[in-house]
């Protein structure tokens, strides 16, 4: 850019670049700014049965199911969707996937716009249940991980919202992440020792881990 | 195998630039994710630029939501000729002006009131430093004068960029930052003459 002659000194332009310093903006901080964007600008969203935003800390999850259930159930669905229930065209054949596979005559129809972005989701939440076990197992439930799996709900719930949950057994699916996931995200909130013994005791008792390991080195093996 | 880290870094391939136009028609047709991926790339700068402005937390991100209300119902004019950020942080500005203007009507209000007590208070205070003194001087610029400042000199727009934004000409900007300037001299001069020179 130009130099301009009445640049105000150094001292001065320092001093100035304080102005109205703005803070940091967390993800829960852009969470309630969206819901009300959200609220206002897409009003029939409050119409559908994906929960309303303000029930995020207190998931419907919780009356239907017990911690004891919905990570086996999270274990199962992602084994599911390795299995190859999932069609979704693969655009990215160079970068590999644990939830992605070939079409085939059981697939789930995605609309085209929504593809990419389901793909990627699915991916992210694969990689956050298969990196959760042993965040718990040691103790560890960081911020990070939480943020992670805040923002995967999220998505799940604007993905239930929109047509790409037009396919029955893909709704289902995403309605079920969305009970696990709120699940996780619980744990940020109670922070309690309780839930981390009982994840991590439903986690040792069925072996998830491995398993799922397993499974995506088999769909490696089949690529 | 596939690790869990190359999973995410998958996810994160696609890169949002070329996916703006894609999004922008969504959010057109009422796509709520599309929204929300506009959003996450957008709110915080538009949020930034509007604490700027208004230096309350609370305000700022009442018109951050204001804007993108106002953004997503008038997406279907946008056409393209600009930036996207361009065309937002149009709507900031135009959002921030008229919130700020009835703001300062109303402290204009309570200074009113509170004038007799508020000026004893002063005058038995320590002497702010100068950096307050900055600060309190860019708050009183006019407000064409200042929000040049502020985008120009504190969050480092190009004059190119304020000229987009405000819908003036790029002379015009450079002319309000020259007089924005001055009058920060000006009003500054007597405590700090050594900052001046």
Same mark, same amino acid.
């Given at each position: 850019m130009?130099q ?7 001292a001065?332009r320092?001093?100035a ?6 803070p940091e ?5 852009l969470?309630d ?9 897409f ?7 994906? &929960?309303?935003r303000?029930? $995020? @800390?207190?998931p419907?999850a919780?009356s @239907?199911f017990?911690t ?7 274990a199962?669905l992602?084994?599911?969707?390795a ?11 160079a970068?590999?996937?644990?939830a !992605? ?5 059981? $697939?789930?129809?995605v609309?085209?716009?929504y593809?990419?972005?389901?793909? %990627?989701?699915?991916?992210r939440t694969?990689?956050?249940l !298969? $990196?959760?076990?042993?965040? !718990?197992h ?5 911020d ?18 929109s047509p790409?949950? $037009?396919d029955?057994?893909?709704r289902n699916l995403l309605e079920?992440?969305e009970l696990?996931?709120? %699940?996780? !995200?619980?744990?940020q &909130?109670?922070?309690g020792?309780g839930?981390?013994?009982l994840?991590r005791?439903?986690l040792? %008792?069925?072996d998830v881990l491995?398993?799922?390991r ?7 093996a089949?690529? | 195998?596939t ?5 995410v870094?998958?996810?994160e391939?696609?890169?949002y630039v ?9 959010v057109v047709?009422?796509d709520r994710?599309?929204?929300r ?9 538009v949020?930034r630029?509007a604490?700027r ?6 305000l700022a991100r009442?018109l951050?939501q204001e804007t993108?209300?106002r953004?997503f119902?008038q997406?279907?004019?946008?056409r393209?000729?600009?930036a996207l950020?361009?065309w937002?942080?149009r ?5 921030v002006?008229?919130a700020?203007?009835?703001?300062k009507?109303?402290?204009a209000r309570?200074?009113?009131l ?6 004893a208070v002063?005058?038995r ?10 600060h309190?001087?860019?708050?009183e610029?006019p ?7 502020v985008m ?8 190119e ?6 819908g003036v000409?790029?002379?015009t900007?450079?002319s ?7 009058q920060?001299r ?8 050594e900052w001046?020179e």
């Amino acid at each position: 850019m130009k130099q301009e002659d009445d640049r105000l000194p150094e001292a001065l332009r320092v001093a100035a670049r304080d102005y109205n310093e703005p803070p940091e903006l967390s993800h829960s901080d852009l969470d309630d700014m969206w819901s009300a964007i959200e609220k206002d600008a897409f009003p029939k969203r409050f119409s559908s049965p994906s &929960a309303p935003r303000a029930e $995020s @800390r207190e998931p419907r999850a919780q009356s @239907r199911f017990s911690t004891r259930n919905l990570l086996p159930l999270a274990a199962v669905l992602l084994l599911g969707v390795a299995i190859g229930r999932f069609g979704l065209p693969r655009k990215q054949q160079a970068l590999p996937s644990v939830a !992605v596979r070939p079409a085939g005559g059981d $697939s789930v129809a995605v609309p085209e716009p929504y593809q990419t972005t389901t793909s %990627q989701y699915l991916g992210r939440t694969a990689a956050l249940l !298969v $990196s959760l076990p042993s965040e !718990v197992h040691s103790g560890r439930a960081d911020d990070l991980l939480l943020g992670r799996a805040h923002d995967l709900l999220l998505t799940t719930r604007l993905l239930l919202d929109s047509p790409a949950a $037009s396919d029955p057994r893909f709704r289902n699916l995403l309605e079920d992440l969305e009970l696990v996931l709120a %699940q996780v !995200v619980r744990l940020q &909130a109670d922070q309690g020792k309780g839930e981390l013994d009982l994840i991590r005791q439903a986690l040792d %008792q069925r072996d998830v881990l491995p398993r799922l390991r397993s499974a995506v080195a088999d769909i490696s093996a089949d690529d | 195998m596939t690790s869990p880290a190359v999973a995410v870094e998958i996810s994160e391939a696609t890169p949002y630039v070329s996916r703006e136009p894609e999004l922008i028609a969504r959010v057109v047709a009422g796509d709520r994710l599309a929204a929300r991926e506009l959003y996450d790339a957008h709110a915080p700068r538009v949020f930034r630029l509007a604490f700027r402005l208004t230096g309350e937390s609370e305000l700022a991100r009442e018109l951050t939501q204001e804007t993108f209300i106002r953004a997503f119902a008038q997406l279907g004019r946008f056409r393209g000729e600009s930036a996207l950020s361009t065309w937002l942080h149009r709507v900031t500005i135009s959002v921030v002006s008229n919130a700020m203007r009835k703001v300062k009507r109303f402290r204009a209000r309570e200074t009113d009131l509170d004038e007799a007590t508020s000026m004893a208070v002063e005058t038995r205070r320590a002497d702010p430093d100068l950096r307050d003194k900055l600060h309190r001087a860019i708050d009183e610029l006019p407000e064409i004068y200042r929000t040049t400042l502020v985008m120009h000199d504190v969050e480092g727009y190009t004059h190119e960029e304020i000229a987009n934004v405000l819908g003036v000409a790029e002379g015009t900007c450079k002319s309000r930052l020259s007089v924005a300037r001055a009058q920060l001299r000006e009003k500054l001069a007597p405590f700090a003459k050594e900052w001046l020179e």
